[in-house]
């Protein structure tokens, strides 16, 4: 399994932005769909993005769509999500993490088989 440490949380107030990060290590980081996900207290974790082994195929859940962008560099082994016009709604930890397939975007948290330890991310006035 691949190991993600995620980076780049943090305190910011509404419409602000904010970029984490993702690096992996310790395997064949394009091996792997990536993908980002939260968990608001008292909430389940949801899936808020993720991207293809390749780059050239994503998802977004529809309330971020238009406001996040997920990308990946393999020669980096990174992967990124940029948050734009944050809300205090998106206020959540959020996961990197990974699932070793090559045939799609996986959207369930049960195929993510390497997750990172999360980052806070505060949106708040």
């Known amino acids: 399994q691949v190991r993600l440490l995620e980076s780049g949380g943090g305190f910011v107030q509404p419409g602000e932005s904010l970029t984490l990060s993702c690096a992996a290590s310790?395997?064949?980081?394009?091996?792997?769909?990536m993908g980002w996900f939260r968990q608001a207290p008292g909430q389940e974790r949801e899936l808020v993005a993720a991207?293809?082994?390749?780059?050239?195929?994503?998802y977004y859940k529809t309330s971020v769509k238009t406001r996040f962008s997920i990308s990946r560099d393999n020669t980096k082994n990174t992967a990124a999500l940029q948050m734009n016009g944050l809300r205090p709604e998106d206020t959540a930890v959020y996961y990197c993490a990974g699932a070793n397939t090559k045939t799609n975007v996986p959207r369930s948290e049960s195929d993510y088989d390497s997750w990172g330890r999360g980052t806070q991310v505060t949106v708040s006035s």
């Open positions: 991207i293809s082994w390749h780059g050239t195929v994503t």
């Open positions: 310790g395997g064949t980081f394009s091996d792997y769909a």
